[in-house]
């Protein structure tokens, strides 16, 4: 089983001017530990169910470049990109750019979107539910054809491309790695099953038993080896006094139920503090659990 951390705010960063060397350091805190994937959410205001849209939020391709020139290992992953936020087309450029400049970290994660204030604060066109979820599934195939040997045309319903040319190609072979957020039973697994190479799905063990076996079911009407899927899971809802025991309990939990990677976040303020004492303890336990497969 691997650890993952996801970054979902920056106050505890400071100012501005702050907020540069507080990333690196939690980065490279994160790759001692032996986090395996860094990710930012991919917003412009913070989001107002957790904490005032005020609050510092980075833009997640600009800061996943700098922590990948500040870390070795540690894979790159916005979880996850909005797809109303950037054109397709330059939403491939913008991972395969990542990717090359991180020697093969990156990995594309993204979703249908969700938050309407940040889009009308913008003024960044919101869909309806449905289109969003078509566009969703262009954009996935444009990455495709743009990460492929074929620079032709791409024409859909929403996204029209005379030219799929991407130089340079990314480096990770045979291409960047695919995660589609979410747990929609009808669409967003679906959309998994039929293309992705990782899913992340909320909730605790037995949610994500019942939507992993959704997602196998889809799997079955494509013709798709689940096992082909990596199956993420949130894990941060653990009582504070929770010991290395009770935590390393908890994931095998999640394993039983067929998830490979827990992903944690980053609290407090001082996150790398937080994620050395909580999970560097019990990182390399973690590690030799095996998940359950289909």
Not at 194 to 217: M, T, W
């Amino acid at each position: 089983m691997q650890l993952d951390l996801h970054v979902s705010r920056f106050d505890w960063a400071g100012g501005p001017s702050g907020i540069s060397e507080g990333v690196a350091g939690l980065a490279a805190r994160a790759e001692a530990v032996g986090i395996r994937t860094l990710s930012f959410m991919d917003h412009f205001f913070q989001m107002d169910w957790m904490a005032p849209a005020e609050d510092p939020m980075l833009e997640c391709y600009t800061a996943l470049a700098f922590v990948a020139g500040r870390t070795q290992t540690l894979r790159l992953r916005a979880l996850v990109t909005g797809v109303t936020y950037r054109h397709p087309g330059v939403l491939a450029k913008t991972v395969t750019t990542l990717d090359v400049v991180s020697q093969g970290r990156a990995e594309l994660g993204i979703g249908a979107a969700w938050y309407e204030r940040e889009h009308r604060g913008l003024g960044v066109p919101f869909p309806p539910t449905a289109e969003r979820f078509e566009r969703l599934e262009e954009a996935i195939q444009i990455c495709f054809q743009m990460w492929s040997d074929d620079n032709g045309p791409y024409r859909g319903q929403h996204y029209q491309l005379d030219e799929t040319l991407c130089s340079p190609a990314p480096v990770s072979t045979p291409r960047p790695r695919l995660m589609i957020g979410g747990s929609g039973e009808r669409k967003t697994l679906r959309l998994v099953a039929q293309y992705a190479d990782a899913c992340n799905i909320f909730g605790g063990p037995d949610e994500v038993a019942h939507k992993v076996d959704v997602l196998r079911r889809h799997c079955d009407a494509v013709g798709r080896d689940p096992n082909e899927i990596e199956v993420t899971a949130m894990y941060r809802d653990f009582p504070a006094d929770a010991t290395p025991d009770d935590l390393v309990r908890g994931a095998e939990e999640f394993a039983k139920v067929g998830v490979s990677t827990l992903v944690t976040s980053a609290v407090g303020n001082d996150p790398g503090a937080s994620l050395e004492s909580t999970f560097g303890p019990i990182v390399d336990r973690i590690a030799t659990i095996e998940p359950t497969r289909a």
